[in-house]
Every structure is written in C-alpha cells, then in structure tokens.
C-alpha cells in the first residue's frame, strides 16, 4: 500500500519536472498547485489543484506601484537638490564679488573724506566764516611781524647798522602770496555759499509749490463733498438773462469724429431758452452749440452749420435731452426723456470736431471762452451734462432718461470738481433728479 502511494508521489512529482525544464511554452502558469495525498485503493485519485488567494497577486501589484513611485521620488529630490546647489554656488560667488568690490571701493586720500568721515584738508575748518577768520588773524600776524621787522630796521639804522633790505623784499613778496592765496579762497567760498544758496531756495520752491497742489487739492476734495451725496447730484442755477452768469467745464474735447451730448434741463425762460452749451475752438466760436432763440425752434450747431431741432423744453420740468452726431454723411439724431423725436443728415458732413476748445454752460462764445451776448444767455437750471465720443444705442439713452441708471460720459462728466461757476448769483446746489422729477409728475 505504501509502496503504491509513492509512486503515485514519484510521478506526480516527475511531471511537474517535465514542465519545468519544458519552460511552460505551451502551458502558461495558471497558479495552481498540487499536492500529494495518502489515499485507499479504489478512493477518487483526482488531484485538486490548490487555488492562489486573489488578494496576493493584487498586494504583489501594489507594492510594485509603490516601489515605482518611491523611485520616482527618489529621482525628483536628487534633481531639486542638485538645482538647489547650483543656486547656492551662483548666490555665493555673487557675495564674494560684492566684498571684494566694497573693500576695493573705499576711498580715502589726502584732501578728502576719510572712513570716519572727517575732513582730513587740515588747512581749512568746516564753517567759511572760521575759515575767513583763521586767514585775516593770520595776516595780521604777518604784518605785525613785518612791523616789528621795520621798527627794527628803523633802530638799527638810527644805530648805524644795516638791514638786510634783501630779507624785507622777501617778506614783502610772500606777504602778498599770502594775500593772493587768502582772496583765491574767500572768492571760493562766496561761490561755494552762492551755490548753497541756490540749491537752498531752488528746494525751497519746490517744497512750496508741492504745498500749494497739495492745498489746491484738499480745497477742491472740500468743495466737491460740500453738501453732495454724491459728486454728480448737483445742479448748475442760472437764473437770470446776463453776460456774466455761466458755468465752465474744466475739461476740454479730443479731436472727435462723432459724439452724443446729454442733460437735464429745466427752464420757463420766454422767448427762447437761450444756449444750454456752447463749444467753441480757435478760429471756430461755434463749434458745438445747442441753444433756442428768439421764436426759432432749438438749434444744433456744428462748425457754424445749423440744424433745427424738433424738441420743445419750455414748460418748467426737467427734461432729459440727448443729441448724437456723426461726420459720415452729418447723421444726426434728437431725443427728449429718452424718445427720438427728430433725425437728418448733412450737417458738417465729413468734419471732425476739433480739439483744445473751452465747454461754456450757459452762455454762446463769440470768442473762445467769452464776448457773451445777454440776449442769448440760458435761463434756468442744468444737471448731469456728459459727452461721450461715439453715438449711443437708443436703449442706453432711454435708461439714463427714465433714471434706470446714470452712465457718465467718457469724454467729459458731471463732476462737482469739473464745473466751475462765475458771476453773482450762478450757484451750484445739491440735487437727486429722480426724486425731484417724480414730485414734479406727482404734483
């Protein structure tokens, strides 16, 4: 029975070797396993292969992923530290050229400042006055001796000696180096003070003219929060017909090949409003006017050309107008409280609205920025006059006119700050024209 078993062992054992030295070609390695058992005659003699667990061929996978990625890491930190040695060696040589430089440059000589930053001259003190007062002592020493010299001579020759008159020409003849050594350095130091001087009151100018921007500007912050919620809620208050009532904008205009000009107005001037706004150039006083004379309908200027206008702002409300304009074909466009009443074309085709002009609120300029007619003067109130160098969509105007929202122009804005105010009488008060154009139509 024994016997029996181990031969069954032997052979098993013998096709396992078969297999091995084969190399598995045709049967690849399946993970099973045998082994051997004592088994009875006549019991089921089919071997059962040993199943590999599942989870030793997923830890094996995952180990190797780890080692792969360690590697990985390994290879990483060599390159950063070879990186970050390179940097070290570049930093370091860099801060031996700069030791070397910085001994190298220490100057230090006769006549000039030493490391300890003394004077090391020894011929003249640090104040020009000691210095004028060092050499006059000085001088005088020398004449007293040349004094004595000559008392002495006087003696010995009342005495009958002789003076060496060699030794008194000497004395002479250093005496005036003296005096020439001591006008060279005085003539240095007036030029030296006269330098001082200047750079004194060249910074004194200065720091006085910064001072003046500085108070020009806080009395201008102060004016533009003097009673405003905000820097565009105000409103421009010309109430009478005169030549000397008018607002001016601090800004100018670019060269423009078109625009739109907006504002609220309000006024029950008769007959006529007289001119809102005025834009006037060298060699063009009407550049950009906008006003109502006389019976006339309210007219739009461009370079002295006219172009009537079918709106009609009398009645004593605020009332939104936006005008548009372009140089191709002298498009035009005219809206009142965000409708379009009026459009045309041929006005100042092709020209382009010149630059560097003055922005007159309230009256018309015969002459840039003045030579006012009373006649034409506006009477009323004006808030919120923006000018943008293109044309606005009409949605875009419509919600500026029915205070939707506030768009400031990009070429000149309503600022408290940008809009100063001249005569007796023109004022600039606080206002929210929202709210005062909805108690008008309440009321």
């Not at 006059?136 to 020759?157: C, F, H, P, V, Y």
């Not at 009443?341 to 630059?355: Q, R, T, V």
């Amino acid at each position: 029975m024994l016997s029996l078993l181990r031969l069954l062992c032997f052979y098993a054992l013998g096709l396992g070797y078969e297999k091995l030295v084969r190399g598995q070609d045709d049967n690849p390695d399946t993970g099973a396993r045998f082994l051997c058992r004592a088994m009875t005659i006549g019991a089921d003699t089919c071997l059962v292969p040993v199943v590999r667990e599942p989870n030793t061929a997923a830890q094996e996978e995952v180990l190797r992923n780890t080692v792969m990625q360690l590697s990985e890491t390994v290879l990483q930190q060599k390159e950063s530290i070879v990186n970050q040695l390179g940097t070290i060696n570049e930093l370091t040589t860099k801060l031996s050229l700069c030791e070397s430089a910085s001994e190298e440059g220490k100057y230090e000589s006769g006549g000039s400042w030493s490391k300890n930053n003394q004077n090391t001259m020894g011929d003249l003190p640090r104040d020009p006055n000691d210095t004028i007062d060092n050499l006059g002592k000085t001088m005088q020493s020398l004449k007293d001796r040349l004094e004595n010299l000559e008392q002495q001579q006087q003696r010995a020759n009342m005495s009958g000696a002789l003076f060496p008159s060699e030794l008194r020409d000497l004395l002479q003849h250093r005496l005036g180096d003296l005096e020439k050594q001591l006008l060279s350095k005085v003539n240095n130091l007036e030029e030296e003070k006269s330098l001082l001087y200047n750079e004194t009151t060249a910074h004194r100018q200065k720091t006085e003219s910064t001072l003046n921007s500085l108070l020009t500007r806080i009395n201008e912050l102060e004016k533009g929060g003097s009673g405003f919620k905000s820097p565009e809620q105000f409103k421009l208050v010309l109430p009478l017909r005169t030549n000397y009532l008018y607002g001016r904008m601090a800004k100018s205009l670019p060269e423009m090949y078109s625009f739109t000009l907006c504002m609220w107005l309000r006024s029950s001037a008769g007959p006529g409003i007289g001119t809102p706004f005025s834009y006037g150039v060298s060699g063009q006083a009407n550049e950009i006017v906008l006003m109502e004379w006389g019976n006339n309908p309210i007219e739009l200027l461009i370079n002295d050309k006219v172009a009537q206008l079918p709106l009609s702002v009398r009645d004593g409300r605020w009332q939104h107008i936006c005008i548009t304009w372009t140089t191709r074909d002298g498009l035009w466009e005219a809206y009142q409280d965000g409708q379009k009443l009026g459009a045309g074309d041929n006005l100042a085709p092709w020209h382009c609205i010149k630059p560097g002009g003055a922005i007159i609120l309230g009256q018309e300029q015969d002459v840039v920025g003045g030579r006012f007619d009373a006649t034409q003067a506006f009477v009323g109130e004006l808030s919120q006059v923006n000018i943008w160098d293109k044309v606005l969509k009409p949605a875009d105007i419509l919600t500026m006119a029915n205070c939707s929202s506030y768009t400031p122009g990009n070429v000149v804005s309503w600022l408290d700050s940008d809009v100063e105010v001249f005569g007796g009488g023109a004022a600039k008060l606080p206002l929210e024209i929202c709210q005062d154009r909805l108690s008008e139509t309440e009321s």
